[in-house]
T-cell receptor, first 118, second 113 residues
Framework: GAVVSQHPSRVICKSGTSVKIECRSL??????MFWYRQFPKKSLMLMAT?????????EQGVEKDKFLINHASLTLSTLTVTSAHPEDSSFYIC??????????????FGSGTQLSVL | AQKVTQAQTEISVVEKEDVTLDCVYE???????LFWYKQPPSGELVFLIR??????QNEISGRYSWNFQKSTSSFNFTITASQVVDSAVYFC??????????FGQGTRLTINP
């Protein structure tokens, strides 16, 4: 089946630094990728929808300048947490769809990235 | 607005017991899709099932079965003869119209040996 690779799986950084998380579709072209954030023992909250070649669409309350999303190719989307602070510590997970209509597809997820900001 | 409620925050059973995870959803659309995902301790989300709103047939896949009832807006998930490897957080999710996948709060299932 379709595979989505997310890297790194875990990152620890100092407050004020920027962190880039990559999400790759390995055996299919992902026209759309989604970025989610998950707090401990909580559900997944959609942060933004990333379409290849265009600007990402952010959910209400998500700072676009804090969470930069780039979807430069059909197989790669990146999320950069700029000037990270301890409150940005969380589990970030991406997903990608392998067809033109999401509802017809399964929506495959990456393995997630645990970000810890000291 | 769409909403998914998983009222059971945590469930703990002994191995080989049957267990049912509840999912209740809210949506105004007549066309929508429901999903179940499994999140093991490693963190990744594993797709289990997708069901569209026009197909109320129950489904069985090995030890897993799903009961979709539009009359009660429920899409419950049952694991028969549970095993320790079934321990995970399970999420029910809904998608409609705007194509944003909305997740329930998740149910943490622990299967004790």
């Amino acid at each position: 089946g379709a595979v989505v690779s997310q890297h790194p799986s875990r990152v620890i950084c100092k407050s004020g630094t920027s962190v880039k998380i990559e999400c790759r579709s390995l055996d299919f072209q992902a026209t759309t990728m989604f970025w989610y954030r998950q707090f401990p023992k909580k559900s997944l909250m959609l942060m933004a929808t990333s379409n290849e070649g265009s600007k990402a669409t952010y959910e209400q309350g998500v700072e676009k300048d804090k969470f930069l999303i780039n979807h430069a190719s059909l197989t790669l989307s990146t999320l950069t947490v700029t000037s990270a602070h301890p409150e940005d510590s969380s589990f970030y997970i991406c997903s990608a769809r392998d067809g033109p209509r999401l509802v017809n597809e399964k929506l495959f997820f990456g393995s997630g990235t645990q970000l810890s900001v000291l | 607005a769409q909403k998914v409620t998983q009222a059971q925050t945590e469930i703990s059973v002994v191995e080989k017991e049957d267990v049912t995870l509840d999912c209740v959803y809210e949506t105004r659309d007549t066309t929508y899709y429901l999903f179940w995902y499994k999140q093991p301790p490693s963190g990744e989300l594993v797709f289990l099932i997708r069901r569209n709103s026009f197909d109320e047939q129950n489904e069985i896949s090995g030890r897993y079965s799903w009961n979709f009832q539009k009359s009660t807006s429920s899409f419950n998930f049952t694991i028969t003869a549970s095993q320790v490897v079934d321990s995970a957080v399970y999420f029910c999710a809904l998608i409609q119209g705007a194509q944003k996948l909305v997740f329930g709060q998740g149910t943490r299932l622990t299967i004790n040996p």
